[in-house]
């Protein structure tokens, strides 16, 4: 079956169809990756894109669950050189064109993607639609621009936890707030004995109080920062209480929270490769990466942020710390996987953060917070009546 990729700016790309039938509207990107085509397709900073793999040879070894980064993909669609039909790998249990009709993701092959990471890196993201059907190219861009914008939005909403879980340990209380979190994240505070509490996106302050953890950790996600606002709100309001570690997203909210401003990049940084400089050392880090957005480097002028590390490539921030508070982020992900685990050290760095934060806040000053802690938790008379009035 055919299949065809047609871009907001004319440009038209015909291949072949694997995957579900049908159209798919969303923002076209590329992954620069050699290996990973599996946690790209289940990464939810993915949601509402479709998303081209540089790498020539995708699905050679096949789809094994056990690699995946969320419960399912969110891609509108996958753009691939060739496709590789017959998996070989003793862990494969399907092949990619299975899991893509599984979750109903169109995708091609048999196109030329150097040519289509040229323009974008030309000319930037750009709107595309990926469609299976016989529409006429006149139709199919009038449906391109008639796509609803809440389609390609509201992307955090949409890839986040619904309600609270906890992934217990034996260490630190950990509340990680799920923005369209990697289940990387997790596996690296677990595998630090971390007793993790995984919240939703649109947690308040209040909330996180009562579970009154050590340390929060914010999420990678996808989409633009600012369509979070009330996110930017609740890290604002828990700066100074607990130590705070931002990924990703939660890099740029925390930015936003302090003052800073973010901005889109041209086509982003996606991919396992991107060499980032920690300037208090001037070590350099190849490290993984999946974002469109930015934070502004005058903008932090003025703030009580200190920048910790830099892109080589383009010298763009990737990383942020409180000078006042224990609070900082980085933007690319030290959770990689697969990917270079170069920048792991950072859970550890977190760790250490929140040990040293109970060693300069005296345990009376910590009492008066549970006490806080617990009249903020604790129902008033009439929230009590009506549970009880509920019950029946």
């Known amino acids: 079956m055919q299949a065809r990729l047609l871009l907001q700016d004319g440009t038209l790309f015909t291949g072949t169809a694997f995957g579900a039938e049908g159209e798919k509207t969303g923002e076209v990107v590329f992954n620069t990756g050699i290996t990973g085509y599996q946690e790209v397709l289940s990464d939810p900073s993915y949601c509402g894109q479709i998303v081209t793999m540089t790498y020539p040879l995708i699905g050679n070894y096949g789809i094994t669950r056990d690699d995946f980064e969320s419960v399912r993909p969110f891609v509108h669609g996958f753009v691939v050189r060739r496709h590789e039909t017959v998996p070989s790998n003793w862990r494969a249990e399907y092949s990619v064109d299975d899991l893509l009709k599984e979750y109903g993701i169109p995708g091609i092959s048999d196109i030329d993607t150097r040519m289509l990471t040229r323009i974008i890196r030309h000319y930037g993201t750009m709107k595309a639609i ?194 006042r508070y224990p609070a900082f982020s980085v933007q690319y992900h030290p959770e990689a996987a697969p990917g270079p685990h170069d920048s792991s050290y950072l859970f550890d760095r977190f760790l250490e953060m929140i040990a040293e934060h109970k060693r300069n806040t005296p345990a009376i000053s910590r009492q008066a917070q549970h006490a806080a802690n617990a009249r903020i938790a604790a129902p008033t008379p009439k929230q009590q009546l009506e549970a009880v009035k509920g019950a029946y």
């Open 130 to 323: 990926l469609t299976t059907s016989n529409k006429p190219v006149e139709e199919l861009m009038e449906m391109m621009n008639d796509t609803s914008i809440d389609e390609l939005r509201n992307q955090v909403a949409r890839t986040s936890t619904a309600s609270a879980y906890s992934s217990p340990g034996t260490k630190e209380k950990i509340v990680l707030v799920d923005y369209g979190a990697k289940t990387g994240i997790l596996r690296e505070l677990n595998n630090r004995g971390c007793d993790v509490i995984v919240v939703p996106h649109n947690v308040t302050a209040d909330e996180i109080r009562r579970i009154n953890p050590d340390g929060i950790q914010l999420s990678n996600g996808p989409g633009d920062p600012k369509d979070v606002p009330y996110a930017v709100k609740t890290i604002s309001e828990l700066l100074g209480e607990y130590p705070i570690f931002g990924i990703c997203l939660g890099h740029q909210l925390f930015a936003l929270a302090c003052g800073a401003d973010t901005e889109k990049l041209k086509f982003g940084h996606r991919g396992g490769n991107h060499p980032v400089k920690e300037l208090s050392g001037g070590r350099c880090y190849i490290t993984s990466q999946n974002h469109g957005y930015t934070v502004n480097e005058d903008s932090v002028k003025g703030t009580e942020l200190e920048v910790t590390h830099i892109n080589n490539n383009d010298k763009t921030i990737e990383g942020l710390k409180h000078t």
